[in-house]
């Protein structure tokens, strides 16, 4: 079996090198002609010597997922289907803006989280995606673009780690991958343009900060550990208050002075008034622990059938930012982009073959009745 060059980061092409034989700089070399030029035939690396590549030739390959399908929605998002094989499916989105263009990327075929309003989780959880896989999506997409409009300059400046999956139950694969996107020799992006979000793993949080500190998004979508529990389920392992140490340890590291706290509005669950006032309480300037210095995310629910949950009323959203922002607490609400495709905040489902029963636990928890905070 070959190997496949996207698994590597520039020390793993180092390594990979030197078993061959080869000085770093060769690393170097091909790290450069993989990522920033595209390339996959051995035989166009013309300043490689030719011994390499023809031992590239016989032990290396450098190949993405092949895609399955492309949808192209009417404000310029395209969502892409790759075929990460064994019967699952895992989903892409570009989303162009006038001054950024944003990749959102998949860790895993499905994702074993189960957050309630998340048609990814309703889907369950297959397997972990390798490093190649989460990293072929940026090289696919980016030189599938650059291709496309006729362009040589980078189309890609923005990573989210937002797609199919909890990145941070995938820490060794994705890595490297975030290293590769880093390196000045791969993608050269700016570690406040590259964000990884998370539901909470608190101590994969500790280690990112160590290992390779990027934007990072928490998805909070409560402000309590009762609502929390049924909405997200990880929070019985790690409720607010030890989430919220771990993000302001993060902060000690990260490249941005503050978290994302994404927070999906659901219509009479989370957004009622109590809930703002909880949430300032929680996290905001005056929070007696002196709160974790962030920003809020708000995002409409896209709805699916298997969630039972609707999306808040644009009022109930305008309000609850009003309260946030008075408070001392920079609020947005996320423009939703390419849902006419599925491929806005949620909606990713791809298509997993699940061995987690997730279908059962998800009808035991619609079952339970939220109580409105007090």
Known sequence: MTTNL????????????????????RATQLFRWIHQRGASDFAQMSDLAKSLREKLAGCAHVAAPPILKE?????????????????????????????????CISSQAGCAVGCRFCSTGHQGFSRNLTTGEIVAQLWWAEHQLRARLGTAERVISNVVMMGMGEPLQNYSALVPALRTMLDDHGYGLSRRRVTVSTSGVVPMMDRLGQDCP????????????????????????????ELLAAC??????????????????????????????????????????????????????????????????????????????????????????????????GQLAGDVQDRTRVHERMAKRRTITIKPAA
């Open 6 to 25: 996207l698994d590597l980061d520039l020390e793993g092409m180092a390594a990979f090198c030197e078993r061959l034989g080869e000085k770093r700089f």
């Open 71 to 103: 949808h192209v929605s009417h404000d310029g998002t395209i969502k892409w289907l790759f075929d990460v094989g064994g019967g699952n499916a895992i989903e892409t989105v570009f989303i162009p803006e006038d001054d950024r263009g944003t990749l």
């Open 214 to 241: 990027v934007a990072l998004a928490v998805s909070l979508h409560a402000p309590n550990d009762a609502l929390r529990d049924h909405l997200v389920p990880l929070n019985r392992k790690y409720p607010l208050q």
């Open 248 to 345: 302001r340890r993060y902060l000690e590291h990260a490249p941005r002075d503050f978290i994302t706290f994404e927070y999906c509005m659901l219509d009479g669950v989370n957004d009622r008034p109590e809930h703002a006032r909880e949430l300032i309480a929680l996290v905001g300037p005056q929070a007696a622990d002196g709160g974790v210095p962030c920003k809020f995310n708000l995002i409409p629910f896209n709805p699916f059938p298997a969630s039972g949950l609707q999306r808040s009323p644009a009022a109930a959203v305008t309000a609850f930012a009003r309260m946030l922002s008075d408070a001392g607490i920079v609020t947005t609400v996320r423009k939703t982009r390419g849902d006419d495709i599925d491929a806005a905040c």
